[in-house]
Structure formats: structure tokens, C-alpha cells
């Protein structure tokens, strides 16, 4: 309704969804689509920067990314789910902003400079990839968004949004654009299977949503506990140790694991033991969602058309956007 709130987030379409996306935004989007008003982009334009030779991928998960959308529970007709690269408005928007940034803040925004050398750009970067927090400000403004719910690591991406709109603001004395807050989930970092600080697709650690009960079995399995607890009878370590950190998420019944890490400290509980609980848990979570999904896939002509029509939607709200800032700018000839 009008009165609701604006909030916007987004995936880059690279790959399907892990727990990790779960827990750290796709169950907030569900809590949050009844009482604001929620744009989802699908960022296949962003994915683009990092992903230049790949534009299959990015095609094909577009499809994806949308059906672990609705495979969770966000509900189109409480969010707006759009493509980016059909909202020509974020690219005119990303070419006015440019103008209010310098290269010297880009290369210094943390994310980015993380990036930059996680992915070995180095001085190669290209301006595509070295500019994408500002068509990031662009998606973000495109549809005035007050709040956008993130992780911990996109803070430097709404900071400079920020700056972007008060620059902008001041710039062409309007108040043409509104300033985003971030809103941060709970839970920080999931993580991976093997141990590492977080679960992420490149680090190829990741349980996915779509994942199969076979192979969740499998990577269950696998996961990091404590390497020095080999006999059932040794006392095992809980910091570290994966099992133990899932099932502080994701088993309902607390008092148990309670016990569970009492025992597995004073030794004669095993690895096994712990490890198919923890299967069962994660299935009992995940068979919905994956049965919504197996229904979703038999018909991804129902999902594009939902995506069309949020696209649509977007486009009306972003068609009045770069109407204020193209008069601000003294773009409008009569
Ligand atoms: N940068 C985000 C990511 O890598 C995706 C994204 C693109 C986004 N545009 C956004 C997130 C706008 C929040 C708001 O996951």
C-alpha cells in the first residue's frame, strides 16, 4: 500500500541459493514482504561485471535464483520480483552518477577492494566491475528505496549510495532522491561444510536449497568437526565445529543440544551419531522447499511471467524517478 515502507535487495544471478543466502536474507524477505512494500532485483547486469565471458550462466539463473525466490515463501503478490537489465532507468541512472563519484572513493570502498583481490583483477579491473556500488546506488534510488536489509559485508555498498544521494541532492539543489538505511539479519555468517568462516558458492562449501537428500546426506557427512576427536570416547571440541554451529541454527529443540555438547565434551559421543541428526533436521527444513521447487520447475513460464510482471511494475516506479532527476539535471528539452 502507499503508506508502506520502500525496501529493496537483491542476489546477482550466479548460482542457486545456499543456506547460507537463507539465513541471511531469504527468510527476512519472507518476514518483511507483509509489511512493506518489497522490490527484489534479480542483478543479472551486476553479475555481468565479474562474469564477462559467461553470459550463459548468468541467463540461465535468473530462472533460478527466481525459483528459490518462491521455493521459500516470498509471494509475488506481496513482492516485486524484477530483472535489472530490463529497467534501462538503473543504467541512465549509473551514467548521472558517475559524474558524483571519484575513481580514488570506488577503489577504496572495502567491498570492492575485497573483491578486487579475491577474484585477482589487480590493476586490470575493469571500470565495469570497479563501478558496480554505483549501479548498485542506481538500483537501490531507482525505486526510492528507505531500507534495504543486507549483510554484513554490503554496509560499504549503502554508505556509498549515500554519499551518492547527498551529493545528488545537493548537487542539483532537489531532494529529488532519499537517503537507504541498512537493516542487518540476525544471523551474520553461516559456515561452509568445511569449516571456513562462510559459506559461500566460490569457496565450494555450500548446501544448497535445491540440493538433493542424498547429497545433503553426503556433505553432512563430510563437515568439519573437531580432527582430534577420533575415538567415539575422546572429549571433542564444540568451537569449530560445524555440526555443532548447525544445529544451534536449525535444531528445534535446544535442550537437547544442550546435552548433546555436554557429552560430546566429556567424550562417548560420535561423530555419526551427531551427524545423522543433523541430516534429518536439515531435511525436515528443506523438503518443502524442495517440493515447491520440483512443482515450480514443471512450469517456468508461470515463473517468467512473474517476473515480467514485476518488471513492469518496477518500471512505472522507475519511469517517474528519472522524470524528477532529468528535470534536476536540466535533461528535459521542450
Ligand atoms: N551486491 C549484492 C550481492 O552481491 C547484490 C545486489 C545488487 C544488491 N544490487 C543490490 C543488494 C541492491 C542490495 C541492494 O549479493
Do not use: C
Not at 47 to 62: E, S
Not at 265 to 275: H, P
Amino acid at each position: 500500500m502507499a503508506d508502506k515502507k520502500i525496501i529493496l535487495t537483491g542476489d546477482r544471478p550466479t548460482g542457486p541459493l545456499h543456506l547460507g543466502h537463507y539465513l541471511g536474507s531469504l527468510e527476512n524477505r519472507v518476514t518483511l514482504q507483509d509489511d512493506y512494500n518489497q522490490f527484489i532485483l534479480i542483478a543479472d547486469l551486476q553479475a555481468l561485471t565479474d562474469n564477462v565471458d559467461n553470459p550463459q550462466k548468468v541467463h540461465d539463473n535468473v530462472l533460478q535464483v527466481a525459483l528459490d525466490y518462491l521455493s521459500v515463501g516470498i509471494d509475488p503478490k506481496k513482492s516485486t520480483i524484477f530483472i535489472q537489465s530490463m529497467i534501462p532507468e538503473i543504467a541512465e541512472l549509473t551514467i548521472y552518477y558517475l559524474n558524483l563519484v571519484t575513481v580514488n572513493r570506488l577503489r577504496r570502498n572495502p567491498t570492492v577492494k575485497n573483491e578486487i583481490q579475491q577474484k585477482g583483477f589487480g590493476e586490470n579491473v575493469s571500470a565495469g566491475f570497479l563501478m558496480y556500488p554505483v549501479s548498485q546506488a542506481a538500483d537501490i534510488t531507482v525505486v526510492k528505496a528507505e531500507l534495504v536489509p543486507v549483510g554484513i559485508d554490503q554496509l560499504p555498498m549503502i554508505e556509498q549510495t549515500n554519499e551518492i544521494v547527498r551529493a545528488f541532492n545537493r548537487t542539483y539543489k532537489t531532494d529529488a532522491l532519499v537517503e537507504a538505511k541498512p537493516l542487518l539479519s540476525k544471523v551474520s555468517k553461516l559456515p561452509g561444510i568445511d569449516g571456513k568462516a562462510k559459506m559461500s558458492k566460490s569457496l565450494g562449501n555450500a548446501i544448497y536449497l535445491s540440493d538433493s537428500a542424498d547429497l545433503i546426506a553426503k556433505k553432512v557427512m563430510k563437515m568439519y568437526t573437531d580432527p582430534a576427536h577420533v575415538h567415539v570416547q575422546d572429549p571433542g571440541r564444540i568451537e569449530g565445529n560445524v555440526v555443532f554451529a548447525y544445529l544451534d541454527i536449525f535444531d528445534p529443540d535446544k535442550e537437547e543440544v544442550q546435552k548433546l555438547k555436554e557429552q560430546y565434551q566429556k567424550g562417548g559421543l560420535g561423530d555419526v551419531v551427531l551427524k545423522k541428526r543433523l541430516i534429518t533436521i536439515l531435511n525436515d527444513f528443506l523438503t518443502p522447499i524442495r517440493k515447491k521447487r520440483k512443482e515450480l520447475e514443471q512450469d517456468p513460464k508461470y515463473i517468467m511471467d512473474v517476473l515480467f510482471e514485476g518488471t513492469f511494475k518496477t518500471q512505472e516506479v522507475a519511469q517517474k524517478t528519472i522524470a524528477q532527476v532529468k528535470q534536476a539535471m536540466k535533461l528535459i528539452y521542450k
